[in-house]
């Protein structure tokens, strides 16, 4: 206290003295405010309860939660990238990123980092057809299609990626009503794609040749994790009121194709549903729809690139294979083979062990029935 206050005190009467300290001697005595207790808590047992109490968070934790809780949902991001790629740890990988999706702890700013991590599931596109695996490539891609945090081009890249981990697995189903469906939408967006040039041949084999480098695994600055601190650190949670700094996502360059390598790997997705189709060949009721397929696609092979021809040839080569072994008795059941014949060699057949007379006489069978009236 400086001196001035000690002297002005000093001056001060005694009466005026008295009437300060009766007025805060009135004043309610410095406690701390009582908190209500949860009905769940008081019907606990003694020691469930002591646990309760330690889980009640403070203002000041409930504060610092909203202030870092997203770098925690950026953090998990990236170690789901650098999982979910492998095809053992794929499935529990998804469903964490499904579930962070789904809960909508997904942010605008977080976009890139989801984009990176499903780009990392499909880096090897077989894995999408590994029976243990398709129902849950369906279910994330499915999912991302309808998140709204994407751009246009993302969603387009996304849309390719859905061709191989949605429409692919659609084909792998014994229901012949939505194998068929499947095709149609197959044909139509081959329909929809344009000539292909020497550019879109360029810009395919540029990104084949990016392919084994992405995903670029994004990287956070160098700031402590808020977990890492220790409790003893902030033991009044005074760190929730001061401004913290936040981590920053580093992305090494643009992880989007551009549009021709988008129509690109489109053409890629197409061609490899089409070798889908080729193990569907087992079922009886899918061959004539994969033959017909093929054939449409043989009439539009000018939309796909120079170095996409060969793929189309083998497929076409393919069809011409199994219609031939099912002609020479190689196809399966006789209903099957007579059903792949056409009407004239079935009548060449029938005529082939028609009777004829020996005589060289007019008759039904050579029976000489109408030699008396021909005379």
């Known amino acids: 206290m400086c001196a001035v206050d000690g002297d002005r005190l000093r001056r001060t009467p005694r009466s005026v003295t008295y009437a300060m300290s009766a007025l805060f001697s009135s004043l309610p005595p410095e406690t701390a405010p009582k908190r209500v207790q949860d009905p769940a808590e008081a019907t606990a047992p003694p020691n469930k309860r002591a646990k309760l109490e330690c889980a009640q968070p403070h203002n000041s934790s409930v ?22 790629s492998s095809g053992r740890k794929f499935t529990k990988a998804s469903e964490l990123l499904r579930k962070l999706i789904i809960d909508q ?69 014994d229901d012949s009503f939505e194998f068929n469906k499947t095709l149609k939408g197959i ?11 020497d550019e879109d041949e360029q810009a395919l084999q540029a990104v084949k040749a990016r392919l084994p480098e992405e995903p ?46 988008i129509t690109g790997m489109k053409r890629e997705a197409l061609l490899d549903c089409f070798d889908t189709m080729k193990a569907c060949y087992g079922h009886a009721w899918a061959r004539t729809s994969v033959d017909l397929a093929i054939e449409d696609l043989v009439q ?10 060969p793929r189309i040839d083998e497929l076409m080569q393919f069809v011409k294979q199994q ?9 399966g059941s006789a209903k099957q083979l007579q059903r792949d014949t056409t009407a004239f060699e079935n009548a060449r057949k029938e005529w082939g062990r028609a009777t004829i007379s020996a005589r060289g006489k007019v008759g039904a069978g050579g029976d000489h029935q109408a030699e008396t009236w021909l005379g």
């Open 187 to 197: 044909k139509e967006s081959i329909l929809h794609l344009p000539d292909a040039t």
């Open 63 to 84: 504060t610092e939660a909203q202030l870092v809780g997203r770098d925690h949902v950026a953090a998990a991001l990236i170690k789901i990238t650098t999982h979910i």
């Open 300 to 309: 539009q092979r000018g939309r796909f690139c120079s170095s996409q021809q």
């Open 216 to 261: 670029q695994l994004p990287e956070l600055d160098d700031v402590e994790s808020e977990e890492a601190e220790a409790p003893e650190a902030d033991p009044f949670g005074l760190n929730a009121l001061v401004p913290q700094k936040k981590r920053k996502i580093k992305l090494a360059k643009p992880s989007t194709w551009s549009k021709e390598e």
């Open 105 to 173: 702890n997904i942010g605008q700013e977080h976009s890139k980092l989801v984009f990176e991590a499903l780009k990392a599931s499909l880096r090897d596109t077989k894995n999408t057809e590994d029976p243990q695996l398709r129902r849950e490539y369906t279910k994330l891609f499915t999912l991302a299609s309808k998140a709204e945090i994407f751009t246009p081009r993302e969603l387009s890249q996304l849309d390719v990626y859905g061709t191989w981990a949605v429409i692919r697995n659609r084909l792998h189903t």
């Open 323 to 331: 219609r031939l072994r099912r002609k020479q008795g190689f196809g």
